[in-house]
């Protein structure tokens, strides 16, 4: 079973959809949970960490599961740029390494 | 808003050579980390240095591999002696604490 597992897309919606994109970790000792937004040959901005209660950033929610090792971003209200790969990373406890999956490509049109 | 920041933006070599990829993290972090992302595939960690020292290495960082921070400001990522393979985006990056990291925007290596 891959480490980080995600839907490698793409999802195609128009501008004004809500969009969900999930993620599921391997290792029950992941402490750390990040969404990830890269652009095409660009590096990786962080846009959230993702916290047990859950967490929202104006458009942005995420939510985490750790029962289910499952971890999910909402997008609400989709702008053109939010175009992206949508990288989910989690890191182990005492750790510095991050792990990341291959990311779910999100194509925002007119 | 405070940067890494990374040199050269593209590196072309021949097969073999010895290469220097070049980072200036975020001045008050004190975690650094190389990453790579082959075209096309997920990003991986390679090393990650605190306290003037390794903590931790990947499979990847085998001996032809060594990473510096010759003064205050710079950290490096030496190649000793290219492969092909080793073509890729090498992505540095920098933490005050283990989380969150920040990247810079990367070294394109070309291996020829």
């Known amino acids: 079973r891959k480490e980080v597992e995600q839907d490698p897309g793409p999802f195609n919606v128009p501008e004004g959809a809500t969009v969900a994109f999930n993620c599921t970790y391997s290792n029950s000792a992941s402490q750390s949970f990040f969404w990830y937004r890269q652009d095409c040959r660009k590096e990786p901005k962080l846009l959230m960490s993702?916290?047990?209660s859950g967490n929202e950033d104006g458009r942005f929610t995420a939510q985490l599961n750790r029962a289910s090792q499952y971890i999910s971003l909402l997008i609400r209200d989709s702008k053109l740029s939010d175009s992206a790969t949508y990288l989910c990373?989690?890191?182990?406890?005492?750790?510095?390494?991050?792990?990341f999956g291959k990311g779910t490509m999100l194509l925002v049109s007119p | 808003e405070p940067e890494v920041t990374q040199t050269p933006s593209h590196q072309v070599t021949q097969m073999g050579q010895e290469v220097i990829l070049r980072c200036v993290p975020i001045?008050?972090?004190?975690?650094f980390y190389w990453y790579r992302q082959i075209l096309g595939q997920k990003v991986e960690f390679l090393v990650s240095f605190y306290n003037n020292e390794i903590s931790e290495k990947s499979e990847i960082f085998d001996d032809q591999f060594s990473v510096e921070r010759p003064d205050g400001s710079n950290f490096t990522l030496k190649i000793r002696s290219t492969k092909l393979e080793d073509s890729a985006m090498y992505f540095c990056?920098?933490?005050?604490?283990?989380?969150?990291?920040?990247f810079g925007d990367g070294t394109r290596l070309s291996i020829l």
């Open positions: 990373v989690v890191n182990k406890s005492g750790y510095s390494t991050l792990t």
């Open positions: 993702v916290y047990s």
């Open positions: 990056a920098s933490s005050e604490r283990t989380s969150p990291q920040h």
């Open positions: 001045s008050n972090h004190l975690y």
